[in-house]
């Protein structure tokens, strides 16, 4: 059974400086990866995922990932952030075969101090 | 728009008492999901269905039961038999049936005991 980890469950960062999230994940066959974004008291919204090809990954609101599968790690980077940009992000994986569901971590809080 | 509609927004449970929660879905997408959400804990998977009339337990089915009379629909109901129901419900639906699709996320229900 595939499992992920993030490693930080909060991350204070100031405004316009870069951030990175991380992600690892464990599992015994290939694997889709996702990052989904939840603001306070609604749904998730995909930000971006990676299933397979190129490693490096860009998703909507300037964010983009990096897959890399000897460190089984699908790290969350963005250059420059936003006040915007605080909320609850989340890794999630998927293993081949049936639509039988997420496996999500346990999110990470983004904080854009001003 | 297309879109996930979960209602009601907010939910109060009695004590012995089943709750439904509903979930409808315009995107005519084949699989369905109910995660239930708790702070620092991510989100977990409860039911999810793949095809009309046909569902399957996740990682805490236990105190949950549904539905998939409908293609659109998916409710999910919290029995009495589900001690600690105190969570944000988040229902999700996906195209197709492969993990390799993301998932479209509802607003949420947020069930409280009274």
């Known amino acids: 059974a595939q499992s992920v980890t993030q490693l930080d469950s909060q991350v204070p960062v100031f405004e316009e400086a870069p951030v990175e999230l991380r992600c690892n994940y464990s599992?015994?066959?290939?694997?889709?990866l996702f990052w989904y974004v939840q603001y306070p008291n609604q749904g998730l919204q995909l930000l971006l995922k990676?299933?397979?090809?190129?490693?490096l990954v860009k998703g909507i609101n300037g964010f983009e990932a990096e897959f890399n599968k000897s460190q089984t790690s699908f790290h969350l980077r963005k250059p420059s952030v936003h006040i915007s940009d605080t909320a609850e992000y989340f890794c999630?994986?998927?293993?081949?075969?049936?639509?039988?569901?997420?496996?999500f971590g346990k999110g990470t809080h983004l904080i854009i101090q001003p | 728009d297309g879109g996930i509609t979960q209602s009601p927004k907010y939910l109060f449970r009695k004590e012995g008492q089943n709750v439904t929660l509903s979930c409808e879905q315009n995107?005519?997408?084949?699989?369905m999901y109910w995660y239930r959400q708790d702070p620092g804990q991510g989100l977990r998977l409860i039911y999810y269905s793949q095809i009309v009339n046909d569902f399957q337990k996740g990682d805490i089915a236990e105190g949950y039961s549904v539905s998939r009379e409908k293609k659109e629909s998916f409710p999910l109901t919290v029995t009495s038999a589900q001690k600690n129901p105190t969570a944000f419900y988040l229902c999700?639906?996906?195209?197709?049936?492969?993990?390799?699709?993301?998932?479209?996320f509802g607003d949420g229900t947020r069930l409280s005991i009274l």
């Open positions: 995107l005519n997408h084949d699989a």
């Open positions: 599992s015994s066959v290939s694997v889709y």
């Open positions: 999630a994986v998927s293993e081949g075969g049936g639509a039988d569901g997420l496996t």
């Open positions: 990676y299933l397979s090809g190129s490693t």
């Open positions: 999700a639906s996906q195209y197709g049936t492969e993990n390799n699709q993301p998932q479209h």
